[in-house]
T-cell receptor, first 111, second 116 residues
Framework: KQEVTQIPAALSVPEGENLVLNCSFT??????LQWFRQDPGKGLTSLLL?????REQTSGRLNASLDKSSGRSTLYIAASQPGDSATYLC??????????FGKGITLSVRP | DAGVIQSPRHEVTEMGQEVTLRCKPI?????LFWYRQTMMRGLELLIY????????DSGMPEDRFSAKMPNASFSTLKIQPSEPRDSAVYFC??????????????FGPGTRLLVL
């Protein structure tokens, strides 16, 4: 059974800092991995999807990397802004086509 | 596009009552997913459909839960009878195919269910 770990559970940084959010998973037999953002009281928004054959994916100030063999993914946020404050969840997709979510990292960017 | 639409957004009911949650996926999407989110367990997949057919319902907690997708534009998740431990946020998501490929899942705003 896939298990996804995101540590720490919460993170507070000053505006402008570059930061890295980590995700680890136990089963490397995945099709892809997605990073989502969830704002309080809202649904999830997909940020990046990395195919299992890819090493990284970029969108604006976000860069996600995937090391399938070691069961790790990172989300890099450059020049963080208060608007980046949210919970970030990673979710690998397994051979059964199901996403398994981590519990997320709640990020607070202080002005 | 309006995105994934869920109703109601909030539901408060008493233990033992029947609860029906509704979802309209994004037009053209052929996969639909129901998730439950709690503080303790995080986000869990309950069931998913492809082309209106249930593919995997192994996440449905027990027989009190049932889901249907009578057509490509509508799905329901029903809890009967409801219990306080069913209190959670229920999300519906849709994608253009099964998640094993290039497809991203698009989530609705969720239904916050409180069972007293």
């Amino acid at each position: 059974k896939q298990e996804v770990t995101q540590i720490p559970a919460a993170l507070s940084v000053p505006e402008g800092e570059n930061l890295v959010l980590n995700c680890s998973f136990t089963d490397s037999a995945i099709y892809n991995l997605q990073w989502f953002r969830q704002d309080p009281g809202k649904g999830l928004t997909s940020l990046l999807l990395i195919q299992s054959s890819q090493r990284e994916q970029t969108s604006g100030r976000l860069n996600a990397s995937l090391d399938k063999s070691s069961g790790r993914s990172t989300l890099y946020i450059a020049a963080s802004q208060p608007g980046d404050s949210a919970t970030y969840l990673c979710a690998p997709t397994g051979a059964n086509s199901k996403l398994t979510f981590g519990k997320g990292i709640t990020l607070s960017v202080r002005p | 596009d309006a995105g994934v639409i869920q109703s109601p957004r909030h539901e408060v009911t008493e233990m033992g009552q029947e609860v029906t949650l509704r979802c309209k996926p994004i037009s053209g999407h052929n996969s639909l997913f129901w998730y439950r989110q709690t503080m303790m367990r995080g986000l869990e997949l309950l069931i998913y459909f492809n082309n209106n057919v249930p593919i995997d319902d192994s996440g449905m907690p027990e027989d009190r839960f049932s889901a249907k997708m009578p057509n490509a534009s509508f799905s329901t998740l029903k809890i009967q009878p409801s219990e306080p431990r069913d209190s959670a946020v229920y999300f519906c998501a849709s994608s253009a195919g099964l998640a094993g490929g290039f497809e991203t899942q698009y989530f609705g705003p969720g239904t916050r269910l409180l069972v007293l």
